[in-house]
């Protein structure tokens, strides 16, 4: 077999392991049930906001925080927690 | 030419490219890592960021219509009882509640559970309605006791009802959910004031007016439509900004490393080779074609592999890597388990951002050292 062969055969197994990734994307079933799932607890519960920085109210509630929330010990004093580094402040109006 | 010579040609041309890039392999294969590596990086982000924001996108639509809050001096303050029914009024509302919630810090296992009284709670006044989070780091099960101090001293004991399902814990996995008379006597709150008042308007397109309308009732509030809700999370998880810029900026300065030092110029080696393929007769073009093959090779390589690998990393590993970063101080989080959403055009946008200028970057330095006098660049 030659080289080009090898790498033809590398290549298609690769683009295979991506349409496999695909397919997998489209085919969990299950998560689309998960989805519903945490739509309807949403619903229920009027909930407005992701649970996924729970360390200070303003990052567990980003849409319900008011804009001096994150920088409440003072004026000016420096957002502390490490998750406002990675969650940029809302949108001025 | 005909086709089948044409192809016979790439071929061989793709067989030396292969050969000459065995002969690096070391370089070659680290430079592969390196590459692999910022693929998986930048990808695995944008997997995340784009499931992360799907899904508060599906699931923020069942959220309030419009939330209504006090302000004093800037702060969110409670509102009063009386408010709810002036704002029923307002035409085009279907109908307001007054809620109840805030958080609760837990000194034991330093977590902060946010206390939500549902508007139709289903336990009875003894009992909560705890968060898959809440229930693993205080490790409580359904049946458990568990003591929460109210604000005077005093200590009151639930019953845990249940454990709110796992699959909804993005958004549920800190809550404790219990009765109007429990939250009332567990804050010592005043029974005619709510924490906000939730908005039900029927017709979407009604919503921004109903907040104005809001303002003008209660012109020191803040009306938080669910588009606002939206929007938020949509500008969170945006690629220009926030969490993905963080993660991105690095791995895309490692990249540009990367390119820069295979733009800047060949080794003498490649240099040499490229000297001695010109002397036996090969073309400008097919030196160029040799480097071009050997920039597509090594970028799809890396391109796919890190790809696929993100793309486990994300959906199956459930983004075990950048749990650390996402968590930040916080110690109640939830199991990242998210269903794969895949954006075609941004995968696109990571194709043409990685692969395209590294195969340009290959075959710069080549076309200059190739246009160049063989004797001159052997020498």
Do not use: K, M
């Given at each position: 077999m030659r080289p080009s062969d090898r790498l033809l055969v590398a290549l298609a197994l690769a683009w295979l392991a991506l349409v496999g990734c695909w397919l997998h994307a489209t085919l969990r079933v299950r998560e689309a049930n998960d989805h519903r799932a945490a739509a309807a607890m949403v619903r229920r519960l009027g909930l407005t906001d992701l649970?996924?920085?729970?360390?200070a109210r303003y990052t567990r509630h980003p849409s319900q925080a008011d804009r001096f929330a994150p920088f409440?010990?003072?004026?000016?004093?420096v957002e502390h927690f490490p998750t406002g580094s990675v969650v940029a402040p809302p949108e001025g109006p | 030419m005909t086709a089948r010579a044409w192809l016979e040609r790439q071929r061989s041309l793709l067989d030396y490219t292969l050969a000459s890039l065995g002969r690096r392999r070391a370089k070659n294969l680290s430079l592969l890592l390196v590459y692999g590596l910022v693929v998986f990086a930048v990808a695995s982000t944008l997997l995340l960021a784009e499931a992360l924001r799907a899904e508060a996108t599906a699931a923020l639509?069942?959220?309030?219509d419009v939330v209504v809050q006090r302000l004093q001096a800037g702060r969110h303050d409670l509102i009063a009882a009386a408010e709810v029914e002036r704002l029923a009024a307002?035409?085009?509302?279907e109908r307001a509640a007054g809620r109840r919630w805030g958080y609760l810090y837990r000194p034991v296992s330093k977590a902060n559970l946010t206390v939500l009284v549902p508007?139709?709670?289903?336990?009875?006044?003894?009992e909560v309605v705890i968060g898959e989070g809440v229930a693993r780091v205080e490790h409580l099960s359904a049946g458990a006791t568990i003591y929460l101090p109210t604000g005077s001293g005093e200590v009151l004991a639930f019953t845990v009802r249940e454990v709110i399902p796992p699959e909804s814990s993005r958004f549920t996995t800190d809550l404790l959910l219990l009765s109007e008379a429990s939250f009332l006597r567990l804050?010592?709150?005043?029974?005619?004031?709510?924490?906000d008042i939730a908005l039900t308007v029927?017709?979407?397109?009604?919503i921004p007016k109903v907040a104005e309308k809001v303002l003008l009732l209660l012109p020191g509030a803040r009306a938080i439509t669910r588009l606002e809700m939206s929007r938020t999370y949509q500008s969170i998880f945006?690629?220009?900004?926030g969490l993905v810029m963080a993660m991105l900026s690095a791995a895309l300065l490692a990249f540009a490393l990367v390119a820069w030092d295979k733009a800047a110029g060949l080794s003498a080696e490649e240099r040499r080779e490229i000297g001695i393929l010109k002397a036996i007769g090969w073309d400008v073009s097919d030196v160029l074609l040799v480097k071009a093959w050997e920039g597509a090779v090594v970028s799809a390589a890396a391109f796919t592999g890190g790809l696929v690998a993100a793309y486990l990393h994300v959906f199956v590993g459930s983004a075990a890597l950048f749990a650390p970063v996402l968590q930040g101080w916080s110690t109640l989080s939830p199991r990242l388990h998210l269903a794969p959403a895949l954006d075609g055009l941004q995968l696109a946008t990571l194709f043409f951002l990685t692969v395209v200028p590294y195969t340009v970057a290959t075959v710069v330095p080549a076309w200059r050292s190739a246009t160049a006098d063989p004797d001159a660049v052997m020498r």
């Open positions: 649970a996924l920085f729970t360390e409440q010990d003072h004026p000016g004093a | 639509r069942g959220a309030p307002i035409r085009g509302v508007e139709r709670f289903w336990g009875s006044d003894g804050f010592g709150a005043a029974p005619d004031r709510y924490t029927p017709n979407a397109r009604e945006d690629w220009r900004s």
